[in-house]
């Protein structure tokens, strides 16, 4: 070999001579190592895998799996996603750290009990709700059924806990698409591009639920998050059916104002005076053409009002008699007929009580305009859904 260094001719062959020796074994150790890979960590799996714990009322789960949702597209991983979980009444199903929610949620699908107590519950498939085509486009995605990590975990062939990275701590957290921005220090900071880097095959959070969990900066996030937003609605087709009827015997879209007043639990039962005192006195500031206590006929404007608590509720009243054209969804019992003969075939439960709210959400949403309840989700989302069909409405026109 050393001659070879001699002669400028061969010291050419002999440089691409070592240069394919060098390429070759680079090549070698990679395709060995490859292999090496599926036994030995650090591990790299093709698939990889997102899910979270999902807890209190419809439109904290909507808000986390919208938030999960994002993760998954932007981590490039298949969503595992929960059941929508359906209470009557509030849900005894709070905001907890990981290993009580997680220990809580299987204690109720197991044994249908929660601290000792019979719960009314029954759990949906999401996409049986809302609209999932975006969804589909932008994710993978599959259904579980229960609360059962040992199930999980099994299903996606992961024998070692090392496969799995658990967010324990996620109901602290807010993530960031932008590592340079500011941050709110209430939250834990985490950079989305960190969590890219898991290797793991199961990302499991605990809580997404808060009102801002998700921090986007980048206009391709922001546009990811804003379609999902826009196309995720509440389209099954039963519901859609009722409300239209609601809304054609009230006189149409255009004949009627949206109030939702949350007043049923917690904060809510300890504000419920106030916040009708509250409604009533921005109604009457905007709308001084509604015709107070005199005329019963509703030739003007009316109003649809939803609300978790009775029409006949004492603090209600002031409402009723300020306003006298105003309706609830009881008033359209006979319309809800068909809610009583759906049946979930998951546990045989009528889901007439667990699904009136969405026809109630929805009819709220219609009108021309929105009246909120402050610090209530189910608020929140109306007005979205509000500000979402008078944007269409005002395009069709
Ligand atoms: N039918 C009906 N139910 C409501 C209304 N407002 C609240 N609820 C019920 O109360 C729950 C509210 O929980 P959530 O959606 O988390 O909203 P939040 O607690 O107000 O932030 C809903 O799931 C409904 O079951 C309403 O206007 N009509
Ligand atoms: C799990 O994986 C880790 C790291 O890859 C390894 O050290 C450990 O021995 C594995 N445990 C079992 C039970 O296979
Ligand atoms: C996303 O994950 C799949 C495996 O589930 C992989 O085949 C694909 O290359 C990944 N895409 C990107 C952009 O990383
Ligand atoms: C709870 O449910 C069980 C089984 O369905 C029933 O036997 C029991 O009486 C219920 N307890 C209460 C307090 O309702
Ligand atoms: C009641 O309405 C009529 C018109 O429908 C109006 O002339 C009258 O002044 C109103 N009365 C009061 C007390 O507002
Ligand atoms: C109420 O208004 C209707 C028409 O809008 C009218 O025919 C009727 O007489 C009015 N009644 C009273 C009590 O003012
Ligand atoms: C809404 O929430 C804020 C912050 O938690 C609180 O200060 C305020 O009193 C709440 N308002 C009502 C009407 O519950
Ligand atoms: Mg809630």
Redesign the pocket.
Known sequence: MTILFFQSQRKRYAFYFILMVLLVSIYLIEYKSFFILNDDSPIIYKEKYLTYLPHSGFNNQRIALENAIFLAWYLNRTLIVPPLLLFKGASPVTFKPYGQLYKNLNTLTKTNKLYNKNVTYTMWNWDELMDFTFVKQNINYIHCQDFNFKHLTESLHINNNSEVYKVTNSYRQQYYDDPTTEHDSLFERVNLIDLRDRNEKLLHFGSLYARVKIIVQYPENQNFRSQLRYKMLINNLMMVDIVNKIINKIGGADSFIGVHARLGDGGFARNKKRTVRKLIKRLQGDFKHIKVN????C?HTKIYLATDVKKSASFLKPFFQTFPCTYVLSDFKDLLGPLKSLKNPRDDKIMYEFLKRFVDLLAVSKGNKFYQTENSTFSDYAKVLNKIWLDTFNNQV
């Not at 005199?294 to 006929?297: G, K, L, P, Q, R």
Request: hydrophobic share 0%; net charge neutral; aromatic share 0%.
């Open positions: 005199n005329n019963s006929s030739s």
